[in-house]
């Protein structure tokens, strides 16, 4: 193996990214931002780099990690200023295709808790906040959401519903979860097991989730990273803030 | 490999023109006499688009070219003027013989359905509007405005219909080649008619490299995500104003205006066809 | 007489303009602009300047008329762009105090007609419409309507209400009129002649309009133009544009 | 003669924290660690102001502050983040044990509720939000959102409240002595709460002479309408970044978290005061 268990998932989360998605990364998103970084520079993808930097379309070469992914010196020579706001009105206006969000519970459905474990009133973990999780989850066609694959986290049904996962299924929209174990993509029929990350067993990705997955008979197993996706990755993140997510 | 994205779609003026469905509905850039889209409405006169629709807040010289060149349907507007040369002067003599639909709009209405337009929600709640005759026919006649409530407390409100045009025409300062666009000074709804449009056609007094706009820290028009189509326009408001690049031609407005009072605003159009296209003919 | 009716009726809308306003003119508007610069440099009244035009504070010594008064050109060097957008959200907030309106047709209760004469559907005259007077009429404390003084003009009920005047009376807010005869001011006992204008008598007022005015016991006569005030005028408006909107 | 307008209103810190009242409701400009107006909240400290509540966004560092020096009852933000370093540190354990009061917001939510303000419109319909536990706590306890339906279509949507803070605190890059100022770089929604609070302090990394101002045709953040008072307050951010001044400075900021998690954020403010109240001390 030639990368760590989060390098792994940035390779998965970075080969969702596809030709004409306009993508939009927000805080605390080292993962999503690598991913970005090897979709473009690795991959060739043409997609659209917004953020909630509000930097449009940033020298890709340039980009550096920081302990914040709002920080705009990390995303430096933007073509222009896209605000937020005007990010989220494409949202709203079916334009923003491809979102990235993190989750401290995601379940059966594909619903996600970033609120507080424990219920709200007397939360055991107040979270961080779901940011834009409500907003986006009913608006974005394709939702990249990323976890730690333990128990506690791939549960049958979070505590609070932060992102409701079950309407964007029906929608159509695509909704998936990178974990440092495998991709996981939900269904009608409930989460499917699309690929592992390299070194993974079918039995690690079930024992270590309290939510049932779907093992379909042909899964992918991911290719170990060449070695320019490992420079590519080491390039932006020289001093490994990405491993501060602490994914293995 | 970097590559710059999406790929550039700058275009010639008549693939511009052909990109417009007869019947549609557009909304155009600037005011009166400033910053009009003049360019791209001389290649839609000389492909001939028919039945159009234009909604805008104040429009002037570009709208009565359209109609002059019969590629009006009806006019959506807070208010259609030539300023001191009094009305619209075809626009006024289609409206008055009933030769186009006339909907009289408001400023605050038309600001608050274009905001519902780019905001993608299907309506916006307006304050103002109460109370006058406008009300009626908005409610009653061309269902886009309807008297709500505040949920909270009671209040009486207008709720503007989101205005959705089919096209938004921008001339604008600079693009580059994939839509990325810079307009100085003046604004007036523009940048929500760029986000409001369904199509969004851009014309371009320069076109720039996208490594130019690099390090302005420009806030964007509009940008590559928005704009389908980008044709180089220089001097492509003629007649009217470019503001900081060059002034209303007043001299030629009023030889429009005196056209169109004798009835012949076409043959003044196609007398100066090329030059209404700007350095784009 | 040291100027015509026009350059009064100027006069009549810059006395109107106080310390503290913040005031917008619309488009077709020489008068209110011409009023403006001279409540500034002449009665050097502290307001702020907003316009159609989205200059901020214009440099008020280089304003010069030009057939449209939507020019940036003819209101060069501002602080910055202030979108009309911003105008009227500031409007809504009760932050935009003062406004001028023209009218094809006013009444007895301050209603205002710019959108036909003879009826919506078949118009004896289409009028140019009546921009943001259904906006703000409801909204903006201080309006001065300005109107030729004509029996077809002041009217006892206009053909089409485009902006309503009585909400405006009953809030209390001020709604004035300048004609070129007089100021009137609406009142909830109806309009109120409050000044002539430089040789017209009260009979003329009242014999030119069809609207039933109020005359108290004491109405102001304007002071003739000052020498100053006319060439302040003269400066900003050399090629006499003013004179386009045949008010005398 | 020709007078500047309005009167200048630039005064020191003290004066502007002399301006907020107990028991108010603030929104403060940035993000986490870009642009927060933490000369603006030095001051707050200093003064002592009690029982406020802020709105924002995705607040972070002054956020953090505000609560570690004893200034806040409650806190209405989508995410209240120190990104890398975990949740806000103090703004976390005095949630988690009930000593303010915490609002969980939704970034789209936040931004229609301060358009409302901005508007002058009571609420705001936006898309998405639906299915989300956090509908039913803004329904029913917190009165901030509520279902209603396009009255068009009779599609469910949600009306945000109007979010009209007692004060904007927002750092800019420039301003004069009006409030006539400029942020360069990301605006996130600070343009936004300028127009929405019902009174907005300014803090500057330069004061500049109005006249600087001209010709530049800044599409301005905030102008002498919308401020009540500017103070002067080079790096004013400290130790959050000023996108084309400073960086962000991580060192200071693990610092406060370091101390806040051993609580002993109040010490850390207290010994770094004045280096936070940026040039303005």
Redesign the interface.
């Given at each position: 193996m030639t990368g760590r268990p989060t390098d792994h998932m940035i390779k998965c989360m970075a080969r969702l990214i596809e030709q004409?998605d306009?993508v939009y990364h927000g805080?605390?998103s080292?993962l999503p931002v690598l991913a970005m970084v090897l979709a473009?520079?690795?991959y060739?993808v043409?997609?659209?780099?917004?953020s909630?930097?509000?930097?449009?379309?940033p020298?890709?070469?340039r980009v550096r990690l920081?302990?914040?992914?709002?920080?705009?010196?990390t995303e430096p020579?933007?073509?222009?200023?896209?605000?937020?706001?005007?990010a989220?009105?494409?949202?709203?206006?079916?334009?923003l295709t491809t979102m990235f969000f993190g989750a401290a519970q995601v379940d059966e459905e594909g619903n996600t808790n970033?609120?507080a474990i424990g219920g709200?009133d007397r939360?055991r973990?107040?979270?961080?906040?779901?940011?834009?999780?409500?907003?986006?989850?009913?608006?974005v066609p394709k939702i990249i959401v990323w976890a730690r694959h333990e128990p506690r986290v791939l549960v049958k049904r979070v505590d609070?519903?932060?992102?409701?996962g079950?309407?964007r299924v029906e929608k159509g929209y695509r909704h998936l979860l990178c974990t440092n174990k495998a991709l996981i993509e939900y269904t009608r029929d409930g989460p499917v097991l699309r690929m592992l990350l390299p070194g993974v067993t079918v039995e690690e990705v079930l024992e270590n989730a309290a939510m049932e997955i779907r093992v379909p008979r042909s899964v992918e197993e991911m290719e170990p990273l060449t070695p320019e996706e490992k420079m590519v990755i080491e390039e932006h993140d020289p001093h490994g803030?990405r491993y501060?997510?602490r994914m293995g | 490999m970097t590559r710059r994205v999406p790929s550039p779609r700058l275009v010639d003026l008549d693939y511009a023109a052909e990109l417009v469905e007869p019947g549609s509905t557009v909304t155009i850039s600037g005011m009166t006499f400033i910053r009009n889209p003049v360019a791209l409405v001389a290649g839609l006169v000389r492909r001939g688009v028919r039945d159009l629709c234009v909604v805008d807040r104040e429009p002037g010289f570009a709208l009565d070219v359209m109609a002059a060149a019969g590629l009006l349907r009806c006019v959506r507007a807070a208010m259609a003027s030539f300023e001191l040369y009094g009305l619209a002067p075809t626009v006024r003599r289609l409206a008055e013989s009933g030769e186009i639909e006339y909907i009289e709009d408001v400023c605050g209405a038309v600001i608050a359905g274009l905001r519902a337009g780019a905001q993608g929600v299907p309506f916006m709640p307006a304050r103002g509007l109460l109370g006058s005759d406008l009300l009626r026919l908005h409610e009653e006649r061309w269902g886009t405005w309807r008297r709500i409530r505040d949920p909270w407390t009671g209040e009486e409100l207008v709720a503007v219909r989101a205005i959705e045009p089919d096209y938004a025409l921008i001339h604008v300062h600079a693009s580059d080649p994939y839509g990325n666009a810079v307009i100085e000074g003046p604004r007036f709804e523009d940048e929500l008619k760029i986000r409001a449009a369904r199509r969004v056609i851009i014309s371009a007094e320069r076109i720039v490299d996208t490594e130019e706009l690099r390090g302005f820290m420009h806030q964007l028009s509009a940008t590559s995500i928005h704009v389908e189509a980008v044709v180089h326009a220089p001097r492509g408001a003629w007649p009217t104003a470019m503001p900081g690049l060059y002034q209303a031609d007043y001299d030629a407005i009023r030889g429009y205006v005196e056209a169109a009072r004798s009835g012949r605003a076409v043959e003044w159009v196609k007398t100066n066809l090329k030059r209404l296209m700007g350095g784009s003919g």
């Open positions: 004409g306009v805080l605390t080292p473009r520079r690795v060739g043409d997609f659209t780099w917004t909630v930097i509000e930097h449009l379309e020298r890709v070469e920081a302990p914040s992914t709002g920080d705009p010196y020579d933007p073509v222009g200023i896209l605000t937020t706001i005007d989220f009105d494409l949202a709203a206006k079916g334009k970033l609120t709200y939360p973990v107040k979270l961080p906040g779901g940011a834009a999780t409500a907003y986006l989850f009913p608006l609070f519903v932060t992102g409701p079950r309407p803030i501060m997510q | -």
